[in-house]
T-cell receptor
Framework: EDQVTQSPEALRLQEGESSSLNCSYT??????LFWYRQDPGKGPEFLFT???AGEEKEKERLKATLTKKESFLHITAPKPEDSATYLCAVQGLDGGATNKLIFGTGTLLAVQP | GAVVSQHPSWVICKSGTSVKIECRSLDFQATTMFWYRQFPKQSLMLMAT?????????EQGVEKDKFLINHASLTLSTLTVTSAHPEDSSFYICSARDRRLGFGQPQHFGDGTRLSIL
C-alpha cells in the first residue's frame, strides 16, 4: 500500500534560519512526487513535481530533492511569508490509471520575524 | 494558468438540507476531477474521483448516496451533500488535472468550501 510520512509535524524558525522538511514514501513504482503549500482556509498551491531519484527543483527560497525513499524541501533564509503547511503527495503506478494522489499529513511551518 | 474555481467558499445550513458545491477549471479542460475532505489540522482525504461523462469512483467508506457527484462537462464537476447532518461539517476541496497532460502531472486545487451544518 502506498504511504507518505512527513516530518516534523511542526517547525518554528526564525527569519533567515534555513532548514529542511522531510517526506518519506513507499510506493509501488513512483510516477511523481509533488510538493504543495497550503495556507489556512485555502486549497493547496502547487510547488514542485519530482520524478526520479537525484532530481532537484528550485523556486525562490525553496529547493526540493528526491531519493528513492524520501524527498526533502529545503528552505533557505525563510521569511515570515513562507509560513504555511507544506504537503507532500505521491502518485504510484497503482494510482496511475486515475492520477490518484496519496498525501502526507503535512508540516506546519511558522517563520518568526 | 491552471486555475480551479470552487463555489461557494462558505456555506451554513440546517440539518437535513442538501448542499451543492461547484468545481470549475477556468483555463483548461479536465476529464478527471477529484473531491477531498479535510478535517482541522489533518491532511486531505480523497473521497471520490469524478469522471467526465461517466460515474464517479468512490473511495472505500464514502457513501455514494450521501455524496452525489456529477461531472457533466470538461470544466465542471459538482458535489452534492444530501440530507446533510452536523457530522458532514468539514472543509471540502476539489482538484483537477489538465487533460492535455500525461499521468504524473500535478493536480490543481480550488480554494475549498467550508461547510457548516447546524
Amino acid at each position: 500500500e502506498d504511504q507518505v510520512t512527513q516530518s516534523p509535524e511542526a517547525l518554528r524558525l526564525q527569519e533567515g534560519e534555513s532548514s529542511s522538511l522531510n517526506c518519506s514514501y513507499t510506493v509501488s513504482g513512483l510516477r511523481g512526487l509533488f510538493w504543495y503549500r497550503q495556507d489556512p482556509g485555502k486549497g493547496p498551491e502547487f510547488l514542485f513535481t519530482l520524478y526520479s531519484a537525484g532530481e532537484e527543483k528550485e523556486k525562490e527560497r525553496l529547493k526540493a530533492t528526491l531519493t528513492k525513499k524520501e524527498s526533502f524541501l529545503h528552505i533557505t533564509a525563510p521569511k515570515p511569508e513562507d509560513s504555511a503547511t507544506y504537503l507532500c503527495a505521491v502518485q504510484g503506478l497503482d494510482g496511475g490509471a486515475t492520477n490518484k494522489l496519496i498525501f502526507g499529513t503535512g508540516t506546519l511551518l511558522a517563520v518568526q520575524p | 494558468g491552471a486555475v480551479v474555481s470552487q463555489h461557494p467558499s462558505w456555506v451554513i445550513c440546517k440539518s437535513g438540507t442538501s448542499v451543492k458545491i461547484e468545481c470549475r477549471s477556468l483555463d483548461f479542460q479536465a476529464t478527471t476531477m477529484f473531491w477531498y475532505r479535510q478535517f482541522p489540522k489533518q491532511s486531505l482525504m480523497l473521497m471520490a474521483t469524478s469522471n467526465e461523462g461517466s460515474k464517479a469512483t468512490y473511495e472505500q467508506g464514502v457513501e455514494k448516496d450521501k455524496f452525489l457527484i456529477n461531472h457533466a462537462s470538461l470544466t465542471l464537476s459538482t458535489l452534492t451533500v444530501t440530507s446533510a447532518h452536523p457530522e458532514d461539517s468539514s472543509f471540502y476541496i476539489c482538484s483537477a488535472r489538465d487533460r492535455r497532460l500525461g499521468f504524473g502531472q500535478p493536480q490543481h486545487f480550488g480554494d475549498g468550501t467550508r461547510l457548516s451544518i447546524l
